[in-house]
């Protein structure tokens, strides 16, 4: 079996027929990122631990015991989730050596069902980021031309996909967060309703706007991970108690009916040629796959960035609050305590433990929400966000899916773009609007620019229709043109 | 300090010519096992951060999920204190940084509390007053710090306990006042089980904010915030002392600052926390990890149905259908369990009356003296109903109920077997009445004279005479019949 | 604009310590940032309730039942300083 091509379904099947162990899977994978990580700087931490549990799930398995749908798959987890016993750093100094006695419900729900956790993924800094530069343990490069970013903020879950350092891997997405490094990787990347999958255990940035999702090879593992991640948890109050689809099972190709929308705010963009000849020809697939193209409208989408860097930034800087040098986490080095005031503990603290771009959002936030300035930003935000909703809502009555570039361009070289706050915040215009209107989006892989950048297509669906969404990326996936101009699959330059 | 008041027109008292103006807010631990957004145990006697799991110390990524009792108690009290609830009700984050708040906020709620507009009626003697309630809020409470000079220590057990933030209207004019008024809000939520009320332990703190103005004058007065106040005597003191400092001040030329300040019960003043520099910015917003709260009207109509009687209703019954005097009903009205041991002995006996006497006098006595709770009294309610009982029959007479009724708080027997054992029973039987009647009367032949002579005044002698030849047994009524058919013969 | 005092203020606010030069920085792209953001102030919200969650979630609510995942040492595992079973910090009062 070649494991870094196959299917989760496929090794799951041979691991419970026992033609292959959890621990030979397990130490191919160490082996792989052992050997590649160090061109890429994908992981922050490795599991040390993660052969023993392998062998755990080798053993449970020789001993007839059941063993969930993920049975012996190698995981890679974003280190904003925490793990149980295992470093989680949210790719922050002042979290630098934090170990959770408790496992996020996405790691919890993913150990139950038989997957091994290989280690946690580079990240921006608290997912404050869309290049992977603001992390405090280093940059992550881009698999496909180390020069480039692997976008972010799960860049170093995106890149360990593409690499195949792992077989799938778990990121968040708070404003493009798992959709831009998916697309800049070449990869699968989901983001799920808002409520889809439980928040807890996921060091928040944006609790309105955060959600986990699978960033994978194909759209198959991403509807299997889905459905062993989502469902409610008496743990976050703001999960749905809806039952979750067999996404797998009930993924289609069939675009027959369909109705894809194309919003015309979109095309006032100023788009990289390569990413228009992509999107279009995305557009002719589906057509030719009898899908129907309608034209739709979301004159707020305009609004997106404003709006979500307001609403994101005001609630950061509530929920980094906590980052404070007395329960966990980073204090500054005081010679004495009996002399300080309390003032100068807490910020020094924390000025030393945030870096630049999460303390520049905590000031943007705690400025949007001082008095004064709380209705001009943070309220008016909130109140466009609801119109937003509503322009979403009736464009959803007239069409299943919106098709849209993920990006304005392929993936930038580092560096290229950090050093202007609004330049930088200007990228995500296609990606926030969906986190604001709470719904699902995903990013498939189609094509590539004439460098070589791989590049996605994005699919944002109605609430909790996630699988209409995917059931369109499963059709785009098989005329995606992922080829070279000699017909064989292309692979990154780190593989 | 001038204690003979004079009173202005609405009856408020007037302090050197000025009259205070205060509002409480209590905070009300609510009684839940676990607190109210994650599943630590709350009990007050635990070790030193027991209580504690990665959601109640702001652990990276924990969320707050809303315990459904605390909502409850919160209902009924705001019911009970004839709030409007809100249908959507709203937690917010108050942000600020203190060792002692986990997350670097508290959740609560700001400008949609559950509970709106109610009030309470106090009694001030003969007088009554009804104080406005302007809301009622949910909030968790932060830890507690332990402060040792060179450094401070900190113990979450506390953070993260349900707490009722209820606000009165600045309605009250008199020490005596606040301290009735929070009195009365213990009375509500002891009725309604929703907290233990126990004030030193802290599950029921007083913040005061007092401010003085002149006799006539419009606007308030700056006021001042008086915290820490563990006991109703505190809060009355404190605001007594407060009042007269801030008439020095005025008086002195000087103004008053808006701070907080805390009581010292040893030396009876109160004294000023550091005043904060700058003005706090609690940058309040809706706390996105929690929905509002949602209640319809049929959920809030059941809480409704499953109120107790309150004390005022209950004051007004006991006068009205059991015949008890204002006095009477007041004092058994105060504290649920004493109104519930009341209630049980008076329909056991059906001599609502007797019940009353004995409880007032000879039971509140003894529980005092012994510092026992009325739900642990030895003598249970059945067993002070048979006493009642067997006096009315006239098995024993109401003096020999007093020695029963000291051997069954001793013994925790039953009156029967007492009077049994002891052989006390009342002696009704004519014949052996007679028998110890005619002795005495021939015993003493002067006297027997005297009151056939008109003195009747002897007949008080006769009796003595003829309870202490009986031990006390004989029945009174029978005794005084016959002694006079015997006189007067 | 945002001036460097008006920045010190935010950063007391927050908690976070910034050096003049850091200051000036912030200042100026804070300033710029909100200066392109000011154009939500546009669209009319006359009226409008704000949103907080956006997709529908049912009310959810939990038992009133205590228990404890975890041992105090596990809560106190990570703490940059302890006093026995508490937290240690500068004094306070």
Known sequence: MQLTEASFKEVRDAVLKKEISAVEITKHFLTRSEKLNPQLNAYITMNTEALAEAQKIDQRIAQGEAVGPLAGISFGIK???????????????????????????????????????????????????????????????????????????????????????????????????????????????????????????????????????????????????????????????????????????????????????????????????????????????????????????????????????????????????????????????????????LDDFYSQTRGEGFGKEVKRRIMLGTYCLSSGYYDAYYNKACQVRRLLREQYLEVFKTCD??????????????????????????????????????????????????????????????????????????????????????????????? | MSTNLQTNNVGAPIYRGFEAVIGIEVHVQLKTKSKIFSTDATNFDAADNENTTPVSVGMPGTLPVLNRKAIEYAIKTGLALGCEIRNRSVFSRKNYFYPDLPKGYQISQYDKPICENGSVEITLGERKKKISITRAHLEEDAGKSIHLGDYTLINYNRAGIPLLEIVSGPEMSSPQEAAEYAKTIRQIVRYLDVCDGNLEEGSLRCDCNVSVRRVGAEALGTKVELKNLNSFRFVEKAIEYEIDRQIDEIESGRAIIQETRLYDPDKNRTFSMRTKENAQDYRYFPDPDLLPIFFDESQIKEYRSLLPELPSVRVKRFQAALGLSEYDAQILTAEKEVADYFEAVSEKSGQPKTAANWITTDLMRELNAAKIDISKSPITPQALAELINLIEKGVISGKIAKTVFAEMWKTQNSADSIIQENGLTQVSDTSVIEKIIDEILAANPSQVAEYRAGKTKVFGFFVGAVMKASKGQANPDTANQILKIKLES | MIDPEAIQNIAKLARLKVTAEEAAELGEQLTKVLAHFQQISQIDTAGVEPLVTPSDIDFYTRPDVAHNPNTTEEILQNAPEKGGNLFKVPPVV
């Open chain 1, 401 to 495: 899916a919106i098709l849209s570039p993920v990006t304005t361009s392929p993936a930038f070289k580092i560096g290229e773009r950090s050093s202007d706050a609004l330049k930088m915040y200007l990228n995500d215009i296609f990606t926030t609007a969906t986190n604001l209107a709470g719904l699902p989006g995903l990013s498939v892989p189609f094509g590539f620019s004439e460098q070589g950048l791989p590049i996605g297509i994005q699919l944002t669906g109605a609430h909790f229709e996630e699988q209409k969404i995917l059931n369109v990326a499963y059709a785009l996936e098989e005329c995606a043109q992922l080829t070279n101009a000699n017909g064989q699959k292309r692979i990154p330059d780190v593989y």
């Open chain 1, 79 to 341: 280190d904003l989730l925490c793990t149980r016993g295992l470093k989680t750093t949210a790719g922050s100094k002042i979290l630098g050596n934090f170990i959770p006695p408790y496992d996020s419900t996405v790691v919890r729900r993913l150990k139950n069902a038989g997957a091994i956790v290989l280690g946690k993924m580079n990240l921006d800094e608290f997912a404050m980021g869309s290049s992977n530069e603001t992390s405090f343990f280093g940059k992550c490069h881009n698999p496909w031309n180390t020069n480039h970013v692997p976008g972010g903020s799960s860049g170093g879950s995106a890149a360990a996909q593409a690499s195949r350092l792992v077989m799938g891997t778990i990121g968040t997405d708070t404003g493009g967060s798992i959709r831009q490094p998916a697309s800049f990787c070449g990869v699968v990347g989901v983001k799920p309703t808002y409520g889809r999958i439980s928040r807890y255990g996921i060091v928040a940035y944006a609790s309105s706007l955060d959600q986990a999702g699978p960033i994978v090879s194909s759209i198959e593992d991403a509807a299997l991970t889905l459905e062993v991640i989502s469902g409610h948890d008496e743990n976050d109050s703001t999960t749905s108690q809806k039952t979750v689809p067999a996404f797998s099972k009930n993924l289609s190709r069939n675009m027959k009916g369909m109705k894809i929308g194309l919003l015309k705010e979109y095309k006032t963009g100023e788009l990289h040629f390569d990413i228009t000849k992509t999107f279009e020809r995305a557009i002719e697939e589906l057509k030719k796959a009898g899908a129907e193209i309608v034209e739709v409208s979301v004159p707020l989408t305009e609004f997106a960035v404003p709006m979500y860097y307001l609403i994101a930034a005001s609630e950061a800087s509530s929920n980094l609050a906590r980052y404070d040098g007395v329960k966990f986490g980073y204090r500054a080095d005081f010679k004495d305590l009996s002399s300080l005031s």
